[in-house]
């Protein structure tokens, strides 16, 4: 048997390594053993082998079988290779791609589930029907009215089309006056969006009724119908503290064609409404022509408080929320029922300074009085006008707080002789109401007297100190004249 050394052969598992032999490919160990070893061991495992390498003397030969060897190899650790690191889209494209294999497979079991099976027809009956959803048409439109009597308007085209001819758009140019860096004042023409609803006629005149602050300061007035037509118009009547208007355009000036467009509007008055049912609103939203939202009555009799521009008075009123949108140029527009009749004039002053999907309507119940009686009524002439006989000053809400006094006109002077003087109207006296009419300003009462000939009797309610505490009461004043 041939002796190989570690010098001619390749190593093997280790830096000594052990040489082959070239006739059976065992590993070959020339050498003795020390002291400490004998003879019997030159055949040991391999770690005996290796723990004899630390003696002096070597000389063992050790030949390992192939089954030895593989043996050892198999027992052997072996390294665990690297796992590739794959990146988050790696991982999200494996998902998409079983997710997609998936659906092909599921799509093709349940098509071919759906083309062995027949199908089965799937009768409701006429009781389980019913106690689903009934449908209903109401002016052409479908809606649907649950289990619970619930109504769901799906489409308020037909609506819409009933009730747009009697919307208009409104105008106001105003001057506002401007003053330079050297102190010089001018004024300059503004105008202003808003809209309206037309409420009523008679032989000359055509009423539409819309927001106080639409047509405040106006100079000139125009109002386009929903044929785009545009005409002339004039204030009717105002009152500002319950942001109200009526507005008067002559029949004479409408042509033929845009009289057989428009219409009066229907109106409901009676307070029926409820919180969540659907409404439409309609308006010239920002001055770029009518335009349709919706939404529901988000609450009822809601107190918001709001401030005149013009005089800086700040009024309460009882309003209707909702969240259909109100914008700047809806204010005077209607807020109408899955029925078209018109529930609320609009106004985005009341809404103005909140939040995104809460707007304001007046109630028609508030409104409609009011709008009667400015159509109605008429200014007397400059011969028969009214006088009350005082002076006074603005009780406002913050002076009210302040001062724990009633919203109202505190008296500061009665002329003498006067029929306020006459009536047992007494100096500090606080006037919250004009003939029906709630006032915070002497400017409402001087718009009030215009509607009054000298000699009319009105009520005129007060409240008067008594021990520390206001009292009202109502007293009875024949109104002298102004010449």
């Given at each position: 048997m041939d002796n190989y050394t570690n010098n001619d052969q390749n190593s093997y598992g280790s830096s000594n390594g052990y040489p082959v032999d070239p006739n059976n490919n065992s590993y070959h160990y020339t050498g003795t053993d020390n002291t400490d070893n004998t003879t019997?061991?030159?055949?040991?495992?391999?770690?005996?082998?290796?723990?004899?390498?630390?003696?002096?003397?070597?000389?063992?030969?050790?030949?390992?079988?192939?089954?030895?060897?593989?043996?050892?190899?198999?027992?052997?650790?072996?390294?665990?290779?690297?796992?590739?690191?794959?990146?988050?889209?790696?991982?999200?494209?494996?998902?998409?791609?079983?997710?997609?294999?998936?659906?092909?497979?599921?799509?093709?079991?349940?098509?071919?589930?759906?083309?062995?099976?027949?199908?089965?027809?799937?009768?409701?009956?006429?009781?389980?029907?019913?106690?689903?959803?009934?449908?209903?048409?109401?002016?052409?439109?479908?809606?649907?009215?649950?289990?619970?009597?619930?109504?769901?308007?799906?489409?308020?085209?037909?609506?819409?089309?009933?009730?747009?001819?009697?919307?208009?758009?409104?105008?106001?140019?105003?001057?506002?006056?401007?003053?330079?860096?050297?102190?010089?004042?001018?004024?300059?023409?503004?105008?202003?969006?808003?809209?309206?609803?037309?409420?009523?006629?008679?032989?000359?005149?055509?009423?539409?009724?819309?927001?106080?602050?639409?047509?405040?300061?106006?100079?000139?007035?125009?109002?386009?119908?929903?044929?785009?037509?545009?005409?002339?118009?004039?204030?009717?009547?105002?009152?500002?503290?319950?942001?109200?208007?009526?507005?008067?355009?002559?029949?004479?000036?409408?042509?033929?064609?845009?009289?057989?467009?428009?219409?009066?509007?229907?109106?409901?008055?009676?307070?029926?409404?409820?919180?969540?049912?659907?409404v439409i609103a309609i308006g010239n939203a920002l001055g770029y022509g009518q335009s349709v939202t919706s939404g529901i009555i988000s609450a009822l009799n809601r107190e918001v408080t709001a401030q005149d521009s013009s005089t800086g008075e700040t009024y309460t009123n009882t309003l209707t929320q909702t969240d259909a949108s109100i914008n700047p140029g809806n204010s005077g527009g209607a807020l109408l029922n899955v029925k078209g009749e018109v529930i609320g004039i609009n106004s985005s002053k009341m809404g103005g300074d909140y939040v995104d999907g809460v707007g304001f309507a007046i109630p028609m119940t508030t409104a409609a009085p009011i709008i009667n009686e400015l159509i109605t009524r008429e200014k007397v002439t400059e011969d028969k006008a009214a006088f009350l006989g005082i002076n006074g000053i603005d009780v406002d809400t913050s002076v009210s707080e302040k001062y724990s006094m009633p919203v109202g006109i505190c008296v500061v002077k009665v002329y003498e002789g006067s029929a306020a003087a006459e009536a047992g109207i007494q100096k500090g006296d606080i006037i919250t109401k004009f003939d029906g009419h709630d006032v915070d300003s002497m400017e409402e009462v001087q718009e009030l007297l215009q509607y009054h000939a000298a000699g009319t009797d009105v009520t005129v309610t007060i409240c008067r100190a008594d021990n520390g505490q206001y009292v009202e009461q109502d007293i009875e004043v024949t109104l002298g004249s102004k010449n």
């Open positions: 019997g061991n030159a055949y040991s495992t391999y770690s005996s082998y290796s723990s004899a390498q630390t003696g002096t003397d070597q000389s063992h030969d050790r030949y390992y079988s192939p089954y030895e060897r593989r043996t050892m190899e198999e027992s052997a650790p072996k390294a665990k290779k690297p796992k590739k690191q794959h990146g988050f889209g790696m991982k999200v494209a494996k998902c998409a791609c079983l997710a997609a294999v998936f659906g092909l497979v599921a799509g093709g079991v349940f098509g071919g589930v759906n083309y062995l099976i027949p199908e089965k027809e799937v009768s409701v009956t006429e009781t389980q029907t019913s106690a689903l959803a009934t449908t209903s048409q109401d002016n052409g439109n479908t809606t649907a009215t649950t289990a619970g009597g619930s109504i769901i308007a799906t489409d308020v085209s037909d609506i819409v089309e009933d009730a747009m001819p009697a919307i208009v758009a409104i105008t106001n140019m105003t001057e506002i006056p401007y003053q330079t860096w050297f102190g010089q004042t001018y004024t300059q023409e503004s105008d202003s969006a808003g809209s309206g609803i037309i409420v009523s006629e008679d032989d000359d005149y055509l009423y539409i009724a819309t927001n106080n602050h639409v047509v405040e300061g106006a100079k000139t007035l125009t109002v386009q119908f929903c044929d785009e037509q545009t005409v002339a118009a004039e204030v009717k009547g105002t009152s500002p503290s319950n942001d109200l208007a009526v507005v008067q355009v002559k029949k004479d000036d409408i042509e033929d064609e845009t009289k057989e467009a428009i219409k009066i509007a229907k109106i409901n008055d009676g307070g029926n409404e409820k919180v969540g049912e659907p």
